[in-house]
């Protein structure tokens, strides 16, 4: 997209007000004070008035003062519209940029990381207000959408990070036509790639030319293909496959640009179906015919923390380790029994650039600029009655306060408690026998799961992101060459922190927030429903007791994992990949809700 084919220069901007910008800044100020507190970069001190606090900047001269509960896992929800900000006797405007300044110190934000991370949060604030703008449907509008609806519906990015919608790289122009919030329908660019220069591997029962017959339609093949042969060029020498509009702009046609002049890329143009941006910004769903595959892009845009490519090498054993994990789902009856599935990545295509990558190391973001992969759609999966919603949405708030949540719950007629219970049987039953059984981890975050509905009450849940997103963590055990990739060392001490960090800390600790603080459920059933989910999925694996007792759900107590740290450290690249347990930023711990449930031994 060009500047000209979007809103004009005024049009772009206007939500931009001083009104929305004020109230954006007063939610990320409440989820900075919230989020670092519980990371114990901030000691709040409690004031006279009950459940009142106040936090002091470095040089002590400004204040922040705000009402908060304290809720388990040392969780802060925080009333946004109580805090207040003083310096001596004024009382002075929330402003996100400088709360980052006058804290920089408590942050650990060097001088080379503070601009850049301020741009994050202009950034950030500039998609709050866009969104605050824009009139979304109430939580319980939305809880009754369809599937793509609720996708681009969502008001919050990752519940932890704080600044969580940098994408640094995007013109205000090219948010409104890629941002996910802007529901912008869009059309992939497509290339051609010379085989000696690309990589493409395919899962079990499925071939390059099978792909991209069930992907085009004749008529775009025909069309790609008189591109080639008008050149002089046999497209039986190349590959077809998409980019991120963006990508081609502003980094192919230009870093890329001796490939294209030497005839290794050809551009084709943008194919025929319409796709939509989803949270993830760079994966892809197609609206033209939801039954295709998702669309997985490389896109070197700075997102939360990382470079969002995709890099060539790292793509290939992508489908195998897809099939792989289909195959061990499908001969497991714990999985069976919960109904529980994945959307494999079928395909993946890499291009390799000669001269980056002589001249780069192994994760350089010039060696991920240039890749894409095709997933599933779980579209043709849902039975008559069912819908779809990627799991993020329970934690999602209206501008009322409307919870999604608390809104399938009544949509249900079920009593909190009992649908709470129908959820974690989908969702933390499988994630639990993954780890127990297989040594088999997940990033289970909101973004990489979907439920499936049915009248309110989650009917089974499908994981997605798979090739990028598990490690198995047992030395011994044996996995095919082409997976070997995804075993991780991981100390002993750590690896339960797959479940308490990535589900607890990560997710459970806003969703136990959010029904408590709505009156919907109350924390001590909220984790005693937990705690009974992971009782009896044990009572139903004797032969793994042993591994329950070394890896014990019910300890006092488990380390803290602080992720906002990682991007205030770094954030350019917060995590290596290659050493992702080596990267973490334990503080202290916190208490365990389930200990108090510990069945008796």
Same mark, same amino acid.
């Given at each position: ?41 901030? +000691?709040?001190? =409690? ?92 939580? &319980? ?68 030319? +099978? ?43 230009? +870093? ?7 005839? =290794? ?7 025929? %179906? ?83 990558? &002589?001249?780069?190391?192994?994760? @350089? ?24 919603? +990627?799991?993020? @949405? ?10 999604? &949540? ?14 709470? =219970? ?51 963590? %047992? ?22 922190? @797959? ?41 139903? &694996? ?60």
């Amino acid at each position: 997209m060009t500047a000209g084919n979007g809103p004009t220069a005024p049009e772009a901007v206007a939500h931009l007000t001083p009104a929305l910008w004020a109230r954006a800044n007063r939610l990320l100020i409440r989820k900075g004070l919230a989020e670092f507190a519980h990371e114990r970069l901030l +000691t709040p001190r =409690r004031l006279p008035q009950d459940d009142h606090y106040t936090v002091r900047s470095d040089d002590g001269t400004t204040a922040y003062h705000f009402a908060a509960r304290r809720q388990a896992l040392d969780h802060w929800q925080v009333d946004a519209d109580s805090i207040t900000r003083h310096r001596g006797d004024s009382e002075l405007p929330l402003d996100a940029m400088e709360f980052f300044i006058e804290l920089r110190e408590s942050l650990g934000l060097g001088e080379d990381i503070l601009p850049v991370y301020l741009e994050e949060i202009s950034s950030t604030l500039s998609g709050t207000a866009y969104k605050l703008a824009a009139g979304l449907p109430s939580a &319980a509008e939305l809880a009754k959408s369809p599937f793509q609806a609720i996708e681009t519906g969502m008001t919050e990015g990752h519940p932890c990070f704080v600044a969580n919608n940098g994408r640094l790289g995007f013109g205000i122009h090219e948010y409104h036509a890629y941002a996910p919030e802007t529901a912008s329908p869009l059309r992939l660019i497509w290339l051609a790639a010379h085989r000696d220069h690309a990589t493409f591997t395919a899962g079990a029962g499925l071939d390059y030319d +099978t792909l991209i017959r069930d992907e085009l339609d004749h008529t775009t093949r025909t069309r790609f293909t008189a591109t080639l042969t008008g050149l002089g060029l046999d497209p039986d020498d190349y590959y077809f496959f998409p980019t991120h509009p963006w990508q081609w702009w502003n980094k192919l046609s230009v +870093t890329f640009a001796a490939e294209v002049a030497r005839q =290794r890329l050809v551009c084709l143009g943008p194919g025929d %179906d319409d796709y939509l941006a989803q949270q993830s910004i760079r994966t892809f769903f197609n609206t033209t015919s939801p039954a295709k595959h998702y669309v997985k892009t490389a896109l070197s845009v700075l997102n939360m923390g990382f470079m969002r490519g995709l890099s060539a090498s790292y793509m290939e054993a992508t489908p195998a380790i897809n099939d792989w994990l289909a195959r061990l789902i499908a001969a497991d009856d714990t999985f069976l029994a919960a109904r529980f599935s994945i959307i494999r990545e079928r395909a993946a295509l890499g291009y390799h650039h000669r001269q980056y990558e &002589a001249a780069t190391a192994k994760g @350089s973001p010039y060696r991920k600029m240039l890749a894409a992969l095709w997933r599933e759609s779980p579209v043709p999966t849902v039975e008559p009655g069912q819908r779809l919603a +990627t799991m993020a @949405s329970l934690l999602h708030l209206d501008d009322e306060g409307g919870s999604f &949540a608390a809104a399938l719950i009544e949509e249900s007629g079920l009593e909190p408690a009992v649908w709470l =219970r129908r959820y974690l049987d989908a969702y933390l039953t499988p994630v639990l026998h993954a780890f127990y059984a297989y040594d088999l981890v997940f990033m289970p975050h909101g973004e990489n799961a979907i439920l499936v509905l049915e009248d309110g009450a989650v009917d089974r849940v499908i994981f997605k992101d798979i090739a990028e997103e598990i490690a198995v963590m %047992d030395p011994h055990a044996v996995l095919p060459p082409a997976v070997e990739r995804i075993r991780a060392d991981v100390p002993e001490d750590k690896k339960l922190l @797959s479940v308490f960090t990535d589900v607890f800390d990560c997710f459970f600790r806003f969703l136990s927030g959010t029904l408590a603080d709505r009156g919907v459920l109350d924390e001590d059933t909220f984790w005693h429903t937990v705690a009974a989910c992971v009782t009896d999925y044990q009572a139903t &694996a004797p032969h793994l007791a042993e591994k329950f007792r070394q890896y014990d759900m019910f300890t006092d107590e488990f380390a803290l994992s602080c992720l906002n740290r990682l991007q205030l450290r770094n954030n350019q690249q917060m995590v290596d990949l290659e050493d992702p347990a080596g990267a973490l930023q334990l503080i202290g711990t916190l208490r365990n809700p389930l200990a108090p449930y510990a069945p008796a031994t």
